[in-house]
């Protein structure tokens, strides 16, 4: 067999951080764009190397092992890693064919009695061919202990006939929509040869939390939302799914028409992070459906955490807009399923969120929000000055790109909006917008 080319084009992850282990993810790919055979991949197996070392230069390896690299899940590779010591950093690479990976850098979650206060990085909605991922290179420069990803990790669009100025920064891959599972793994490739997004999978451990553009724009369920049959859009989710696992790095593989994306992770007395899928079981007027409603429901009666986190896609509080009704596609269009979540809420909550592509701060009856803008992907045009005064329980509006910086601890809730000038090209810098801190449900300034 001849010798592959480089395989690790699309770098190295980790995710789904506990206590005592961690998911490490890479996929071979030495073609990575390749039209028909994925990754430009041998239609055969490979047993990759991996390691987990104390130190960056692997002076101290702790654990070692092979994983297999299927060509069913176009060669990707989940190892599960387990018997670590909590709160603890690492480093890690794999190796196959005589080539290694860039090295990746992971940290445990906290042991079920730590009160180390913890440090998290907010991003959501990176649509590629918006401009450059700038927001993720400082996030890597954050090097915090873990990355929330709160969906619209890729975007399903193809390239527009005519597309508008300053939306096509960056070419895509096709210029097809994509709805097989060759054109999403190609789409994530597409993403993944980006350094910026490389260097942030490498810095922490991901969790992450798919929102529609994984699969496609303002699904619900099983409602295609474009005229489609339910039986050819499954069939289209399902491969979006596939891809989603094949290129990130979770516990779970998809199981039949579902990927179990909603999850509880504990970080020690400090926080339960509660990711709440807002997407895959919407039917009628119902958000989150019975089995996910119960398990939050119990999730958040028996926390005993000093905050508890919700994680999830959409806006949760209210919103009224000047001109035009509140959004369905949020948790206002929805109010018994936010009612619900709030009547099981006890002592202090919080709710992180993406999807709206603008910065925003909020109170709501028995706790708050923080909204992450988007890292490239367009802002629509809002006045926000209006919006606030309108809204007087939302306190914070910024229309630039950016992420949210999380330090949670036993006394403090605090988060830090950054965010940049620009993404049409490459080096923006990176400002602080705004700062908040919890105090009784509320916010509270910390840089005024």
């Known amino acids: 067999m001849a010798k592959l080319g480089f395989p690790f084009t699309l770098g190295v992850a980790s995710g789904e951080p506990s206590a005592d282990g961690v998911i490490l993810w890479t996929r071979l790919a030495v073609e990575p764009l390749h039209g028909s055979k994925p990754g430009g991949m041998p239609n055969q197996m490979f047993s990759v190397k991996w390691e987990l070392a104390e130190d960056a230069e692997f002076t101290r390896v702790i654990q070692s092992g092979t994983a297999p ?27 196959v064919d005589g080539h290694t990976s860039p090295v990746g850098r992971t940290k445990t979650a906290p042991g079920p009695d730590s009160t180390e206060p913890i440090k998290v990085a907010v991003v959501s909605c990176q649509r590629y061919e918006h401009g450059f991922f ?24 193809g390239k527009p006939a005519n597309p508008q100025p300053g939306r096509y920064i960056r070419p895509l891959e096709a210029t097809e929509e994509c709805k097989t599972l060759a054109a999403y793994r190609r789409r994530y490739a597409r993403y993944q040869l980006d350094k910026d997004l490389q260097a942030a999978h490498a810095a922490a451990p991901w969790i992450t ?26 069939k289209r989710r399902n491969a979006a799914y596939k891809a989603y696992y094949e ?28 990711f709440v899928d807002a997407r895959q079981y919407r039917k009628g007027k119902d958000m989150l459906g019975a089995e996910q409603q119960e398990w939050l429901t119990a999730r958040l009666r028996a926390s005993t955490a000093r905050w508890k986190v919700i994680a999830q896609a959409l806006f949760f509080a209210p919103r009224k807009f000047p001109l035009e009704p509140p959004s369905t596609d949020a948790w206002d269009g929805f109010p018994d399923s936010r009612a619900n979540v709030l009547a099981a809420a006890t002592g202090d909550l919080v709710v992180l969120s993406g999807d709206v592509h603008n910065a925003w701060a909020g109170e709501f009856g028995g706790g708050v929000e923080f909204v992450t803008s988007s890292v490239t992907s367009r802002p629509p045009v809002t006045d926000g000055t209006a919006m606030l005064a309108l809204n007087p329980h939302l306190k914070f509006f910024d229309g630039r790109r950016g992420y949210l910086v999380v330090t949670a ?4 809730f605090t988060v830090d909006y950054r965010a940049v000038a620009f993404v049409d090209q490459p080096g923006a810098p ?18 005024l």
């Not at 779970?252 to 509660?274: E, I, M, T």
């Open 409 to 412: 601890g036993m006394s403090d």
């Open 134 to 157: 700038t927001v993720l290179k400082h996030v890597a420069e954050e090097r915090p202990d873990v990355v929330f990803h709160l969906g619209d990790y890729v975007y399903e669009y």
């Open 430 to 447: 990176v400002v602080t917008a705004a700062g908040f801190r919890v105090v009784d449900s509320k916010l509270q300034r910390t840089d």
């Open 209 to 234: 939390m798919p929102d529609d553009h994984e699969v496609r724009d303002n699904y619900a369920g099983l409602l295609p939302g474009d005229g489609s049959s339910q039986s050819a859009f499954l």
């Open 247 to 274: 290129h990130l790095p979770l516990r779970v593989r998809p199981v039949g028409n579902n990927l179990q994306f909603y999850r509880w992770r504990p970080y020690g007395k400090v926080a339960d992070f509660l």
């Open 69 to 95: 690299a299927q060509p069913d899940w176009a060669h990707s590779v989940h190892v599960r890693v387990s018997g670590l010591r909590a709160w603890t950093e690492y480093f890690y690479r794999f190796s």
